[in-house]
């Protein structure tokens, strides 16, 4: 079997077309979690804004669409007296009276972006407990007060909206007098202003809708029947999480798309991937051909040298054989003659500066185990020698205790690194003194 690090060296042949599969594959990735995130995303903050406790009263035909909805400003009045089991705090029942209009709002960097209003009395709150000011105060006329996601809805920069900011609607200025947050709800994206400026600005003489807030989801069924039963205000009830419920429904075509996207993006990596690995052993067949012929394979086994002979040569040029030789891999004794042949020549180099050399059998394993490679053979034998012997016997040969020659006895430590003892020429060798590289 070829060794894992002939593909390891090999990753960095074409480094080009390494950082372009890297790259590549981390863009899949990533666009992938994109857009997991966004269906995910979507799904949870359209079914997060929906109490089951909160009953909406639109225009009958208008259930999609709050914004298109025309309700009598009346029916807020009617609602609260007529419907049983609504929240009460204080003897103040929980109606809210809401306009929803969708308009572009003047920034202050001088852009004009979209924006989601909501015109709103202080019964807002009641209906909407998780609506909590951050900072600021709730507006009065002229002024707003936005959610404190609104500035990505905007494409402005969080220091953009801050209280005292100016903004304008239908070329109005309004300031900002707070900013609230409604935790994992599409509310933290909208901008309120008082119901009065906006039924101005809207130039509406009717609301968007009614909100109610139930003690019990159940009497839901109550406010069902008063909607169905005043004719007269042409009235739709139904609960604020169906109603999220619908609009999520309404996003699932765009969440299927962002999901097919996904999916080609996907396909289309594997098949580019699949695609790229080809090319690349395409242009190597001749080289994988040549190593599997001297007998890098795919596993050893008998017969297989024959079977390959069979395939490449024809039997007319088989014929002409007279015998076939099977080199078997090289063993640790022959890997040790070969590092005996280096280290000689090593030898007959240093005995040129009067320098008697001697090598332990630790340091002989050392190089048969580091300077052999399955598939180059020996070749990285030299540059071990290089990096480890010959590096650390240069100082002692230009400076050091072998400028004039002598003896050295080269030895390596656990962690590989090449020692140097000098034997004295009148003490033994065990006295010896050691310098390690």
Same mark, same amino acid.
């Given at each position: 079997m070829l060794p894992l690090s002939y593909a390891v060296r090999n990753l960095f042949r074409s480094k080009s077309r390494l950082l372009q599969t890297i790259g590549g594959s981390a863009m899949v990735v990533l666009l992938v979690m994109a857009s997991v995130a966004i269906n995910n995303g979507m799904k949870r903050v359209l079914s997060a804004s929906g109490s089951d406790r909160n009953v909406i009263l639109v225009g009958a035909g208008s259930e999609e669409s709050i914004q298109r909805s025309e309700v009598a400003e009346r029916t807020a009045g009617i609602a609260e007296a007529a419907v049983p089991? +609504?929240?009460? /705090?204080?003897?103040?029942?929980?109606?809210?009276?809401? +306009?929803?209009?969708?308009?572009?709002?003047? %920034? *202050?960097?001088?852009?004009?972006?979209?924006?989601?209003?909501?015109?709103?009395?202080?019964?807002?709150?009641?209906?909407?407990p998780e609506v909590r000011l951050l900072r600021g105060n709730f507006p009065a006329a002229g002024e707003l007060m936005v959610g404190r996601?609104?500035?990505?809805?905007?494409?402005?920069?969080?220091?953009?909206?801050?209280?005292?900011?100016?903004?304008?609607?239908?070329?109005? *200025?309004?300031?900002?007098?707070? +900013?609230?947050?409604? *935790?994992? /709800?599409?509310?933290?994206?909208?901008?309120?202003?008082?119901?009065?400026?906006?039924?101005?600005?809207?130039?509406?003489?009717?609301?968007?809708?009614?909100?109610?807030r139930l003690d019990d989801p159940a009497d839901y069924a109550e406010a069902d029947l008063f909607a169905k039963q005043r004719l007269d %205000?042409?009235?739709?009830?139904?609960?604020?999480?169906?109603?999220?419920d619908r609009l999520s429904a309404f996003f699932k075509p765009l969440r299927a798309m962002t999901w097919i996207t996904a999916g080609l993006i996907a396909a289309g990596a594997i098949f580019g991937g699949v695609n790229t690995l080809y090319a690349a052993f395409a242009s190597r067949v001749r080289e994988m051909a040549t190593l599997q012929s001297i007998g890098f394979g795919r596993g050893a086994r008998e017969g297989e040298d024959e079977d390959a002979i069979k395939r490449m040569f024809t039997p007319e040029f088989r014929n002409r054989l007279d015998a076939t030789i099977s080199f078997a891999p090289l063993d640790e004794k022959i890997i040790l003659q070969v590092v005996d042949k280096f280290l000689m020549q090593l030898e007959a180099q240093l005995t040129e500066k009067k320098v008697d050399v001697t090598y332990t059998e630790a340091l002989k394993k050392y190089?048969?185990?580091?300077?052999?490679?399955?598939?180059?053979?020996?070749? *990285?034998?030299a540059r071990l020698i290089q990096d480890t012997?010959?590096?650390? %016997?240069?100082?002692?040969? %230009?400076?050091?205790?072998?400028?004039?020659g002598g003896k050295v006895s080269i030895d390596i430590d656990a962690d590989g690194k090449v020692k140097l003892g000098f034997p004295a020429a009148d003490t033994p060798k065990e006295a010896a003194e050691e310098v390690t590289a």
């Open positions: 089991g +609504i929240s009460e /705090t204080l003897g103040v029942r929980a109606v809210s009276s809401e +306009i929803h209009f969708m308009n572009y709002l003047g %920034l *202050p960097d001088g852009r004009r972006s979209q924006a989601m209003l909501r015109g709103v009395t202080l019964q807002a709150l009641r209906v909407h996601l609104a500035w990505r809805k905007l494409g402005l920069a969080e220091s953009d909206l801050k209280v005292g900011a100016i903004l304008t609607l239908e070329n109005q *200025p309004l300031k900002i007098s707070g +900013i609230f947050a409604a *935790p994992g /709800t599409v509310l933290e994206s909208e901008i309120w202003a008082t119901l009065g400026d906006l039924r101005v600005l809207a130039k509406r003489e009717t609301l968007s809708c009614v909100v109610l %205000l042409e009235l739709s009830a139904l609960r604020e999480s169906d109603y999220y190089l048969a185990k580091n300077g052999f490679d399955p598939l180059m053979g020996a070749r *990285p034998m012997i010959r590096r650390a %016997l240069a100082d002692e040969l %230009l400076f050091g205790k072998l400028v004039g």
